[in-house]
């Protein structure tokens, strides 16, 4: 089985996460800032070979309600052109919440680490991508 890799896509960085083989645990990869990664598709495409990744979820900013949010459309058009750079499967995953759950991850840390926005959208990532893997963990009758 290989590993999944979680992105929280944002207009100034992406936070990026990597399950484990086994897909139970999630843990953070560096923070990528947009405009210092001259193309960010490759640096993922280098992702995916170097951990041998078969699965990407991407999360997806939604309302609370479940509608679209100002930033939906934004994260769906990078999920279409990640699809167009890479054959794994790429899948939208609902982030609601996942920004302040990686806050509430970070308030043990001190706070100069919890002022770091590198590592909140680390956070989020590793949390948006646990969520996911809890959800797969889950037996199919516990709906």
Not at 15 to 37: H, N, Y
Not at 43 to 66: A, C, Q, R, S, Y
Not at 99 to 124: C, G, I, S, V, Y
Request: net charge positive.
């Amino acid at each position: 089985m290989g590993r999944i890799l979680a992105i929280d896509y944002g207009t100034v960085r992406i936070g990026l996460a990597l399950s484990d083989p086994d897909r139970i645990l999630a843990r953070g990869l560096p923070t990528q800032s947009i405009a210092k990664t001259k193309d960010i598709f490759a640096h993922v495409l280098n992702i995916l070979t170097e951990f041998e990744v078969e699965k990407i979820i991407i999360g997806l900013p939604l309302n609370e309600d479940g509608t679209a949010s100002p930033t939906t459309d934004r994260v769906s058009r990078f999920c279409q052109e990640l699809k167009n750079h890479t054959p794994k499967e790429v899948v939208l995953w609902d982030e609601t919440y996942s920004t302040l759950e990686a806050l509430k991850r970070m308030h043990h840390l001190p706070k100069k680490k919890r002022r770091d926005k590198n590592l909140k959208d680390q956070f989020t990532a590793i949390g948006i991508l646990q969520s996911y893997l809890d959800e797969q963990q889950r037996p199919l009758n516990q709906s």
